[in-house]
């Protein structure tokens, strides 16, 4: 009876706190997607909690009316949808070289990939190298650098280590090479590793706005991300004026304003790739757990 109670106070305690959690983690996101949602006069009026006071699109309708957004729409979508599958090809394939046993020189060629993860020439030279290939102000410079990440390597690297070798064996027994061994057992195997490490490159390619601002000049080459930076930027200038100037511009009733301005293009640019999450996320939540339990 004791024990019951005890295990009872328990179970509402950690229910208690993951409600906790999810309202802190939740709350700022449902805060901005509200704003974004709310009239432009209605909102300078502030105090908007849990749902909006006055219904408006303009916000949404200003955004989607501008070519740029639609141009960086394009490139960051192409950017995902290229890179993404071809990092995940190039860090399988490396992870399974070096998890290779019969591989020559493979702890120097593991110690060589990881030294990588510590130690990097800094912003300049890689400048430098980037335009020695010819990728600035190139669509390629989206791609080609995020080819490969080491950590995502190891990862990939430790569970193909994990898998019985007799499918190796027993593979080269009835005449298939390590290409065939790779595409045909290899990779099918690893779908729950690499549909995490997928989603984590695709959120990366998504959110990426650094190379886009610094790698490129050409305004259809800038990715969403960056069309937004220059979007928070340029109205975040607007909302710095004095109480009295909303005030004026409240009576004008505009249809936006800075700030729903601002919280429609975080939505546009957030949605897209949260809506891909549950179409990943029995393979996500599978991947994430991959070595948590030892036989």
């Not at 699109?57 to 957004?69: H, R, T, V």
């Not at 190298?129 to 990440?149: A, E, Q, R, T």
């Not at 490490?197 to 990715?223: C, M, Q, R």
């Amino acid at each position: 009876m004791i024990r019951d109670r005890k295990d009872f106070l328990f179970m509402t305690f950690v229910y208690a706190f993951i409600v906790a959690v999810f309202i802190i983690t939740f709350y700022p996101f449902w805060n901005v997607f509200i704003i974004s949602l709310n009239s432009a006069e209605d909102t300078l009026r502030g105090n908007l909690y849990l749902w909006p006071r006055e219904f408006s699109l303009a916000s949404y309708a200003q955004i989607l009316s501008d070519s740029e957004i639609w141009t960086a729409i394009r490139v960051t979508v192409l950017r995902t949808i290229i890179g993404t599958p071809l990092a995940v090809l190039t860090i399988s394939m490396l992870a399974y070289s070096l998890s290779k046993r019969e591989l020559v020189a493979g702890r120097f060629w593991t110690l060589y990939f990881v030294f990588t993860m510590y130690f990097g020439g800094g912003l300049i030279p890689y400048y430098m190298v980037l335009k020695s290939y010819n990728l600035i102000d190139n669509f390629m410079v989206f791609v080609v650098p995020g080819l490969m990440n080491v950590f995502y390597m190891i990862i990939v690297r430790t569970f193909i280590q994990g898998l019985p070798q007799e499918l190796d064996e027993s593979a080269k027994m009835d005449g298939a090479n390590y290409m065939h061994i790779f595409f045909r057992i290899i990779l099918p195997l690893t779908t729950p590793v690499l549909a995490t490490i997928g989603l984590f490159t695709a959120i990366g390619h998504w959110n990426s706005w650094f190379d886009s601002y610094v790698f490129t000049y050409k305004p259809e080459l800038k990715t969403l991300q960056a069309v937004l930076v220059k979007i928070l930027n340029q109205y975040q200038t607007g909302s710095m004026v004095s109480e009295a100037q909303q005030m004026a511009n409240s009576s004008k009733r505009l249809a936006v304003s800075p700030d729903t301005i601002r919280m429609a293009a975080t939505m546009v640019a957030t949605l897209p790739i949260i809506m891909v999450y549950p179409f990943l996320q029995k393979y996500f939540v599978k991947g994430m757990t991959l070595g948590a339990v030892k036989s």
